[in-house]
């Protein structure tokens, strides 16, 4: 039994620091709630400040709901639900509007209008950005500068749940263990890009969310929809967290090639070097494959004032002894986003009375199979909102955690399991992959460096997320004998009509994760969960 050494009260606890997170605690602050937010990192260890490309938003002319609600779902691949998009789309300008009105500034043209560019999926200029290529971290800023109380270096342990739903959040900060009443929770943790090598994703990417969903009872979904995106800078021998070169060179112009000079995207898509991320990942991959090399190559030399543009690519790439006004950019995929997770509705309810999730950790239906670039502060800011609003519907919960424990969880070694996940679950994968991979987390969990001790620290606890989640991935990816979106099956190349729908996953008996069946409906319909259509 470990001891607690403090203790609180709210009526709603967000966890994560990052857009949908923050947008969440001012909304319900700003209503009368009070908010606890705890934060595992510092105010900018989120990965809405890595976040480069901007905001996708309808443009005042030339655009339509209609529009990007089409670009989303085309990109999706059958998987999204068009009711969740319509209703995200819908939300955008208003979300962009309250954003603004905390100070956020955005990028503009030579006409003093808001500035727009065009990315991969996108039919025209829709996306609005800041400071050229750091739209996330003006994001970020502007929600950090609300003031709002957060608890950084805290790390939520276990969601607590009773017979109405969730009692509150057990949490482990500089001062210890502690237990946080409050009748509403928050999943706002971000992504799952450390379960591989090399990500795009910040170091606290490490799946905590999935993971406290599924404990807590939730569904999740398309987890095997892992999204890599195809051009991250390429340096030989590097791990982590690696720097994204966005979307928005290749809307201003630049193309991808290989060694020869050849350009990679011509004939494989209609919208060339536009095309969805999944078509350009895997048409990399694939001369990365045929040419027996590491990486392919960005030209951007063509474009006009490309270091004012995109000051934060350059830096990177001058980091890298790579000035991208004359000399090539070498690229390859990595770990970029996830475009499953905790099944919710556009409001962020789960399936667990009194559980929300929003943001990257969150599968409202939005992304489908494939997310649609920009895509995703504009799900943060416009879910995040709703949360804030619909966590009043818990205030007057009763609740309270009489007695907790910290609850033991398996863990492998961080490293090889990130080694296993990005030999076995990547850009590509077959049957003979996914198996190793599970019998491999197997064989880690028997290994000498395996652990199901009590957490003792934030690393202990994500490792314990990592493995879970991990776990869920290679079930879904392997019971999804096709490919679809950025799930690319080399022994199943072709999409099927019978697994047109989400496979969802929860926890048996056992504790290890499991397809549910009986729920697995078409998009956008799950009538076998507890899930209210929000309105």
Known sequence: MTSFTWEAEADLVVIGGGVAGL????????????????????????????????????????????????????????????????????????????????????????????????EGGHSTRRIIHAGGDATGAEVQRALNAAGLPVLFGAAAVDVVTGPGGVRGVLAVSDEGFGVVHAPAVLLATGGLGQLYACSTNPAGATADGVALALRAGAIVADLEFVQFHPTVLFARGRVGRRPLISEAVRGEGARLIDAQGIAIMDGVHPRGDLAPRDVVSRAVAARMRATGTEHVYLDGRGIEGFAERFPTITASCLAAGIDPRRDLIPV??????????????????????????????????????????????????????????????????????????????????????????????????????????????????RGENANSAVAESVTDIEDSALTLTARAL??????????????????????????HRSLPVRLGADGRPQIVPELADPPGRWTGLAVPRAS
């Open 23 to 118: 947008t969440a605690a001012r909304t319900a602050s700003l209503r009368g709630l009070r908010v606890l937010t705890l934060s595992k990192g510092g105010p900018t260890d989120t990965a809405t400040q890595y976040a480069q490309g901007g905001i996708a938003v309808v443009a005042p002319q030339g655009d339509s709901v209609d529009s990007h609600v089409h670009d989303t779902v085309v990109a999706g691949a059958g998987l999204c639900d068009p009711e969740a998009v319509r209703s995200i789309v819908e939300g955008g300008g208003r979300a962009v509007a309250a954003l603004t009105d905390l100070g956020a500034v955005f990028d503009l043209g030579r006409d003093g209008e808001i500035s727009r560019t065009r």
């Open 332 to 445: 390859a995929p990595a770990a970029h986003y996830q475009c499953g997770g905790v099944v919710t509705d556009t409001c962020g309810r789960t399936t667990v009375p009194g559980l929300y999730a929003a943001g990257e950790v969150a599968r409202t239906g939005l992304h489908g199979a494939n997310r649609l670039a920009s895509n995703s502060l504009l799900e943060g800011l416009v879910v995040g909102e709703r949360v804030g609003a619909a966590a009043i519907e818990r205030r007057d919960e009763g609740v309270e955690i009489a007695a907790a424990a910290v609850p033991m969880f398996p863990r492998a070694d961080r490293t090889s399991l990130q080694a296993l996940m990005s030999d076995h679950a990547s850009v590509v994968r077959d049957g003979e992959g996914l198996r190793a991979g599970v019998l491999g987390l197997v064989q880690l969990l």
């Open 474 to 499: 290679l079930v879904a990816a392997a019971a999804r004998t096709e490919s679809r979106g950025c799930h690319t099956r080399s022994d199943h190349p072709e999409p099927r009509a019978e697994l």
